[in-house]
């Protein structure tokens, strides 16, 4: 029965459905490579067309969306353990809001490339140490809302230029 899947087990199947709905309505990608040990479009990118979620999973990495430069969308990330932002290097985008909460992150490692968030930052995490990883970031177009935070410094958001809603 149901009783005995793992934490893991029930991760990995929830990282398969998000896989299986990304390949599904990525139809706009150029998927050109696959992998024997991960058979999935580990080659798609530049632009994600609608909003990313990643959330539900255990110990997985970004890696899977190494190849995105922009969500046309909005990009949230929640109840992860274990999880970060690293193999998303090339990002440099997001149109719509950045939502990140209920997840075990420390920091941003990994966004080190994203400028620009069209609508709102939403952070809710009280393992956030700080905001290192978003060096890059010059623009939000919304607020930027932090809650839950315990955090000790803004440090990593240097280059902010512009919030365009409350902070």
Known sequence: GMENLTTEAISEMRLLVL?????CFADSFDCTSTNQTHPLPIGC??????DLYFYGVVGVGMQYFSNIVQINGSFEVG??????FIGMEN???ITGFFQVYGSTLESFEGLDN???????L????STLESFEGLGNLKYIGGSLNVQEIDFVSFEGLGNLESIGGYF
Request: aromatic share 10%; net charge negative.
């Open 19 to 23: 896989l299986i709905v990304y390949i």
């Open 79 to 84: 109840d992860n353990e274990g999880v970060s």
């Open 114 to 120: 994203l400028e620009y968030i069209g609508s709102k």
């Open 91 to 93: 990002l440099t985008t």
């Open 122 to 125: 939403n952070v809710q995490l």
């Open 45 to 50: 990118g530049p632009v994600f067309h609608g």
